[in-house]
């Protein structure tokens, strides 16, 4: 089955410093996602994003935070200036975005931020 | 706005038993996807099932099943003959039929099994 593949699976940084997570969603899907976890608690919607622009986003997406499609496979989410409260794993997700009833929402398997 | 609820923070069950996890959910709309997620030590989300919600059949996957109760709005999942590799976090997910993918989660049950 195709995968979403995130990269670094672990990243550390310091506060006030920024960072980049990368995602590349699967090849023919058309909207992208960001959501985050942090420890121990639920999993909240970010952003979503369609035809290389936002089309949702949450309170938590302020402005420290932007997402990319530098290209035609990778999709970032940069945060400008961390703070220790982004602790937290981020998923990226996609799907078709066909509007077909049977539409699935694929995960990645996260990449574990941890601001120091 | 859709909320999720899940009242169970943990449960436990004797291996080979059969264990049912709660979920209730509000929203004024009338046709929408219910899910479970499975998420193990490694943190990965794993669809474990999805119900329509226009479809009054309940979605069963293996031993996994769901009782959909959409006049009380609940939504549980029932694992039968548990293993040890069904002990995780279990998140209950709303989304809309309207608009993306976007799913709102519950809080989350751990579920622990007793060997």
């Known amino acids: 089955e195709p995968e979403v593949t995130q990269t670094p699976s672990h990243q550390v940084t310091q506060m006030g410093q920024e960072v980049i997570l990368r995602c590349v969603p699967i090849?023919?899907?058309?909207?992208f996602y960001w959501y985050r976890q942090i420890l121990g608690q639920k999993v909240e919607f970010l952003v979503s994003?369609?035809?290389?622009?936002?089309?949702?986003k949450s309170e938590i997406f302020d402005d420290q935070f932007s997402v990319e499609r530098p290209d035609g496979s990778n999709f970032t989410l940069k945060i400008r200036s961390t703070k220790l409260e982004d602790s937290a794993m981020y998923f990226c997700a996609s799907s078709r975005g066909t509007g077909n009833r049977d539409e699935k929402l694929f995960f990645g398997s996260g990449t574990q931020l941890s601001v120091l | 706005a859709q909320t999720v609820t899940q009242s169970q923070p943990e449960m436990s069950v004797q291996e080979a038993e059969t264990v049912t996890l709660s979920c209730t959910y509000d929203?004024?709309?009338?046709?929408?996807?219910l899910f479970w997620y499975k998420q193990p030590p490694s943190r990965q989300m794993i669809l474990v099932i999805r119900q329509e919600a226009y479809k009054q059949q309940n979605a069963t996957e293996n031993r996994f099943s769901v009782n959909f109760q959409k006049a009380a709005k609940s939504f549980s999942l029932k694992i039968s003959d548990s293993q040890l590799g069904d002990a995780a976090m279990y998140f209950c997910a709303y989304r809309s039929s309207f608009g993306n993918e976007k799913l709102t989660f519950g809080t989350g049950t751990r579920l622990t099994i007793i060997p």
């Open positions: 090849s023919n899907h058309l909207y």
């Open positions: 929203t004024s709309e009338s046709d929408y996807y």
């Open positions: 994003f369609y035809n290389n622009e936002i089309s949702e």
